[in-house]
Structure formats: C-alpha cells, structure tokens
C-alpha cells in the first residue's frame, strides 16, 4: 500500500530554540503536491494563538571535486 502525504504536514518541537526569536516548533509539509516547512511560534499571553511562517524546503548545496577544482582554477587565474 502506497503511503500519500499530499495536503498533509507535521511539526516538532524545537529542541534547538535558545531565544524568544527561534520557534517553538518546526515542521514539514505538502499542499497539493508542493512540499513547504514551517516554523510555529506560541504568541505570548495568547494560549490559544500559533503564528506560522512557511518556506520552500532546505536543499543543501552539495558541490562535486570537479566543480571544486574547477573553481580554484579560475581563482588561481586571478592576477592578483
């Protein structure tokens, strides 16, 4: 059986938060095929308001030796 997780999402607390700016939780989601993260925070004197900001997903640029040769190349090139 086929696992579906369109229009779907989750969220975990931040175990990472050291300020009142970092969220309080963090999560990941899909609406209507488009996957998004997010980032929750419990409004203070508000216990039941969550303001959310949501992004397109981190994608970590990963850069192959070749690439990596090639651009110290072209910086060994400078003349100065």
Known sequence: ???NYENKGIAF???WKKTDRHPDFKGKGNFKGVDF??????KNGEEDQI??????PYIKEEITI??????????DDLPF
């Open 66 to 75: 070749k690439e990596f040769s090639e651009e110290k190349e072209e910086k």
């Open 37 to 42: 993260e997010f980032a929750a925070w419990k």
């Open 13 to 15: 607390k931040n175990k």
């Open 1 to 3: 059986m086929e696992n």
């Open 51 to 56: 303001n959310f900001t949501f992004s397109e």
